[in-house]
């Protein structure tokens, strides 16, 4: 007969969760710290990295405050540290959650998980690759029309950084619809009647969302969110037929 709990912990009080929390935030906090003064010094090499997908289109990026440089840099590294200690992050967290689930449930929800890890990592790939130098080298090419561009390194800095994250959060879509519907919150057949205000929705959010107020950027994030969300349909059926099954 499979055990319910693991049994491997010992049962805590409420002052033995609340220590065993403040451990695991507390690695979590010096192995993002770790990452990122590691990285510091790498600074010129990630802000050189992050701009690499629009050298083609831009001719180079300038400052006008003494420390807009030094921001924009340290924006980089953080971010670079989040994406690396991420998966850190998310095993202390598991490690503290994981022994009030019942183990069928941890072995399915670890491997869900790990797939989201792994598209939220795949949407930030694809938006470097992608999102950033069509959306860039579009405003670019558009704005070069009645004005020479000029950009600062922190405003590109923002606009890269959105764009990666967004592409990472787009990417977890059809991982979170599957989830809701595993564990019975919707269904494919509500999530299909529901599609044209589900479309609707996700075109507000990318315009609420957007960097930028044109609709070349707007159709840049609404399309791929409305692909994953028939994707996260599609997923939610094999879900729910294993689950019959």
């Given at each position: 007969?499979?055990?319910?709990?693991?049994?491997e912990?010992?049962?805590?009080d409420?002052i033995?969760?609340?220590?065993?929390?403040?451990?695991?935030?507390?690695?979590?906090l010096?192995?993002f710290?770790?990452i990122?003064?590691?990285?510091?010094?790498?600074?010129?090499?990630?802000?050189?990295g992050?701009?690499?997908p629009?050298?083609?289109?831009?001719?180079?990026f300038?400052?006008i405050?003494?420390?807009?440089?030094?921001?924009?840099?340290?924006?980089?590294?953080?971010?670079g540290?989040?994406?690396?200690?991420?998966?850190?992050?998310?095993?202390?967290a598991?490690c503290?959650?994981?022994?009030?689930?019942?183990?069928p449930?941890?072995?399915?929800l670890?491997?869900?998980?790990?797939?989201?890890l792994?598209?939220f990592?795949g949407?930030?790939?694809f938006a470097?690759?992608?999102?950033?130098?069509?959306?860039a080298?579009?405003?670019?090419?558009?704005?070069?029309q009645?004005a020479?561009?000029?950009?600062?390194?922190?405003?590109y800095?923002?606009?890269?950084?959105f764009?990666?994250?967004?592409?990472?959060f787009?990417?977890?879509?059809p991982v979170?619809?599957a989830m809701l519907?595993?564990?019975?919150i919707v269904s494919?057949?509500?999530l299909?009647?529901?599609?044209?205000?589900?479309?609707?929705?996700?075109v507000?959010?990318?315009a609420?969302?957007?960097?930028?107020q044109?609709?070349?950027?707007?159709f840049?994030?609404a399309?791929?969110m409305?692909?994953?969300?028939?994707?996260?349909?599609?997923l939610?059926?094999l879900?729910?037929?294993?689950?019959?099954?």
């Open positions: 007969m499979t055990p319910r709990y693991s049994g912990l010992p049962q805590m409420f033995g969760h609340l220590a065993e929390l403040r451990r695991r935030v507390l690695i979590s010096f192995f710290t770790c990122g003064a590691a990285l510091f010094s790498q600074g010129a090499a990630l802000v050189a992050l701009a690499a629009v050298q083609g289109v831009s001719q180079g300038i400052f405050d003494p420390l807009e440089a030094f921001g924009a840099q340290f924006r980089v590294v953080v971010l540290a989040f994406f690396v200690s991420l998966p850190v992050i998310l095993w202390q598991w503290f959650l994981s022994p009030a689930l019942f183990v449930l941890r072995r399915e670890f491997f869900w998980l790990a797939g989201a792994g598209c990592y949407g930030i790939v470097y690759k992608v999102f950033l130098p069509v959306a080298g579009f405003l670019l090419q558009f704005g070069a009645i020479r561009p000029q950009i600062s390194i922190s405003a800095v923002s606009f890269a950084s764009l990666l994250l967004a592409g990472g787009i990417f977890l879509l979170a619809i519907s595993k564990v019975g494919p057949r509500q299909s009647a529901f599609r044209k205000y589900a479309w609707l929705f996700l507000v959010i990318a609420v969302a957007s960097p930028t044109d609709v070349f950027n707007l840049l994030l399309l791929p409305i692909i994953f969300y028939e994707l996260g349909i599609i939610s059926r879900s729910r037929r294993r689950k019959k099954e």
